[in-house]
């Protein structure tokens, strides 16, 4: 066993452990919530949250360990804090670093350690989320990502803890910096892209945003005289009134839950709820302060959509939502405070929770252009730190080059004439994370004056979800499940263009129409499953015997068709390419074990250059050639 490495930001990494107050506390939820989840996905026996001290290991959250703290220099974690990757060894006999260890030859016998750094802001390791298991074992890819979100979210929890911390050091005191902070409070209540709301302790509406009112469908004026408990589902009130009763309680400082309301409408709207409280100096109860995200779109999704991957990073996402009120953070300091000082303090509380806990990203520019605020979503959708972030252009940040030149131009129009199209609307853009990725985001981007000068508001909501569901529905929509050719919709879209084609070019195109001869009999006398392989097939074949610029398409059943473009030689080509698929649906087909036999009727309707067809009359001409041709014998093709 060789002795532990040390950190090169030690004293640094040290200091803001000591700091954070984690060590020799309590347990708290936030952690075991996590450290029971990792060992029942990766079904391991020991999972730990270590904090790595000067001399010593100390356990803020351990599931299958009787220990609280062991010496530094037997912690596998103070490896893992060295690096930026996750410490994986999959057999500790087998490793020079730990097969004389202790705590592998003795109890509690370790044979596999997985472990994934925890970070603060600043990037510094202050301990690790890690696995342990008494036998060998790999980690699939899967797995170890999840151990990374995982850690993820316990480094989040630090960094939150981190910024309360900070933020008891932020002191101001001018009148002027109590109008700014007032003035992007409200525009950051009545433009943010969530619902915000002060709800009385009686449960009436004191203030709401437009952003509830559009997920509602009330105005302003129609939900300040309803309570919560009006627009709440019956079946939602008991688990609200449950923890709103801890809160009030002094039991928990925050909830949060997916609950369902009802819009002015009647119709039932999915919101992930947030509620914290703002007490007076005295500790009285002032008002319940909500945060509320509309996610109808997520849940119907979800229901089509949803896996285990998907999951785990809802619970991420969801996590990073959290919010926590620093209700009391500045209470002693502000006793001797002026009045002006006292409403700066609650201006700059409220408005920090705001934005660091939005959903959306949230990104401040000032009149030339350089960023002046940046959230912790922000960070996390574009990989840009709020440290690298501030201070420089956002175009060198997120904007792609192709369009940095169009939001130079329209800042200046701004700044010249007061106008913009894309102010205060809900618009689609593209942006670039700092790793070159494109993503789509919904933008909305909204301007204040101070002191004369210009500042840009934008909050960013990150929809790559939403539009790989569409892409996925637009392309059920046109495709036949069983076979994956276009289906009977695709054709009735593609004939029309094939027909301009056709125009354009003064070539004509054909359809082909096929009807399985023999068919039925292998379905009915096979059953169901065998019908669809014989399907498949001939589907795969039709679509190997035909031309990149022709289409094959189901149209149900056994009919099937084909569109053929630039016949050169008009009805002579398609007459050839309907006998050479009539040839290869002859050939034998391979079922299990034993082979079957089929044919086909294939009927030929050509479309010359300057006829006038609808592609109802193209197919209904291709639909009664193929009857002739099964009058005639089947097995055969017909030119209509």
């Known amino acids: 066993m060789t002795t532990y490495p040390m950190p090169s930001n030690e004293t640094e990494r040290l200091n803001l452990l000591y700091i954070l107050n984690l060590l020799d506390t309590q347990e708290e939820p936030v952690f075991d919530h996590i450290t029971r989840m990792v060992a029942k996905i ?21 599931v299958g360990l009787a220990a609280t703290e062991t010496p530094r220099e037997l912690a596998f974690c103070a490896h893992t804090i060295i690096d930026t990757t996750p410490l994986i060894v999959t057999d500790t006999t087998l490793d020079a670093r730990f097969k004389d260890n202790p705590l592998v030859t003795g109890d509690p016998h370790i044979r596999f350690y997985a472990g994934v750094p925890l970070r603060s802001s600043g990037g510094l390791a202050i301990g690790t989320l890690c696995a342990i298991d008494s036998k060998p074992r790999l980690l699939s890819e ?4 999840i151990l990374i ?62 952003a509830l009112c559009q997920t509602l469908g009330y105005s302003q004026e129609e939900l300040i005289k309803l309570t919560f408990v009006d627009i709440t589902h019956p079946q939602d009130l008991d688990s609200d009134f449950y923890l709103l009763q801890q809160l009030i309680g002094n039991e928990i400082d925050r909830y949060q839950l997916e609950k369902r309301y009802i819009n002015k409408s009647g ?81 700059e509380a409220e408005l920090q929770m705001v934005i660091e806990n939005a959903n959306d990203a949230y990104v401040c520019i000032n009149h030339i252009g350089l960023i002046t605020d940046w959230n912790r979503q922000a960070e996390q959708t574009f990989g840009w730190s709020r440290q690298e972030a501030i201070g420089r252009r956002l175009e060198d940040m997120i904007i792609p080059a192709a ?10 129009r701004y700044l010249n004439t007061g106008e913009h199209p894309v102010l205060n609307q809900r618009i689609e853009l593209t942006a670039v994370r700092r790793n070159g990725e494109m993503l789509p985001v919904e933008v909305r981007v909204c301007a204040l004056s101070i002191d004369g000068k210009t500042i840009f508001s934008a909050f960013l909501h990150d929809i790559t979800d939403r539009k ?24 009735f879209n593609l004939l029309p263009q094939a027909e301009a084609r056709a125009k354009r070019s003064q070539v004509a ?54 569109v053929l473009e630039n016949l050169v030689n008009d009805a002579t080509d398609a007459n050839k390419v309907a006998k050479k698929i009539l040839a290869v649906i002859q050939r034998p087909i391979r079922l299990g074990t034993m082979t079957v036999n089929i044919s086909a009727s294939i009927g030929i309707a050509v479309h010359y250059p300057n006829e006038v067809n609808t592609a109802d009359q193209l197919v209904n001409r291709a639909d009664a050639a193929m009857y002739e041709a099964k009058r005639a014998g089947k097995g055969r093709v017909f030119l209509q």
């Not at 005191?173 to 003035?183: K, M």
């Not at 082909?512 to 499953?529: R, T």
Request: charged share 30%; hydrophobic share 45%.
């Open 42 to 62: 990766l079904d391991v026996p020991i999972v730990l949250v270590s904090l790595v001290d000067a001399d010593r290991q100390w356990f803020k959250s351990r």
């Open 468 to 491: 790989r569901a569409e892409a996925i529905r637009d392309h059920e929509a046109l495709h036949d499940a069983l076979t994956g050719l276009p289906n009977r919709r695709a054709l």
């Open 142 to 145: 899967d797995e170890t990502n």
């Open 149 to 210: 979100d995982m850690a993820a979210l316990l480094s989040r929890e630090v960094q939150l803890r981190e910024s309360v911390i900070l933020i008891r050091n932020q002191m101001s005191h001018s009148e002027q910096a109590i109008e700014a902070v007032e003035a992007r409070f409200r525009t950051v209540f009545e433009r943010a892209g969530v619902g915000i709301a002060l709800v009385a302790a009686d449960g009436g509406w004191i203030r709401v945003n437009d």
């Open 267 to 347: 119709n039932i709207v999915w919101v992930n709820l947030i509620v914290t409280k703002q007490m007076s100096k005295q500790g009285e109860l002032e008002y319940f302060v909500l945060i509320i995200k509309d996610i109808q779109a997520r849940k119907e999704a979800e229901a089509s959509l949803a896996d285990l991957r998907k999951d785990l990073e809802e619970r991420v996402e969801t996590r990073t939502q959290d919010l926590r009120l620093a209700n009391t953070m500045l209470s002693s300091s502000m006793e001797q405070q002026l009045r002006s000082e006292q409403e700066l303090r609650k201006r």
């Open 509 to 562: 195109m054909a359809l082909l129409f096929i009807d399985l001869d023999g068919f039925k009999a292998i379905n009915d006398s096979q059953g169901h499953e065998a019908g669809d392989m014989v399907l498949r097939e001939v589907a795969s074949r039709l679509h190997k015997c035909i031309r990149q610029t022709d289409t094959a398409v189901r149209l149900g059943g056994d009919e099937f068709t084909v």
């Open 403 to 412: 369009m940095r030149k169009a939001h130079r131009e329209g800042m200046k």
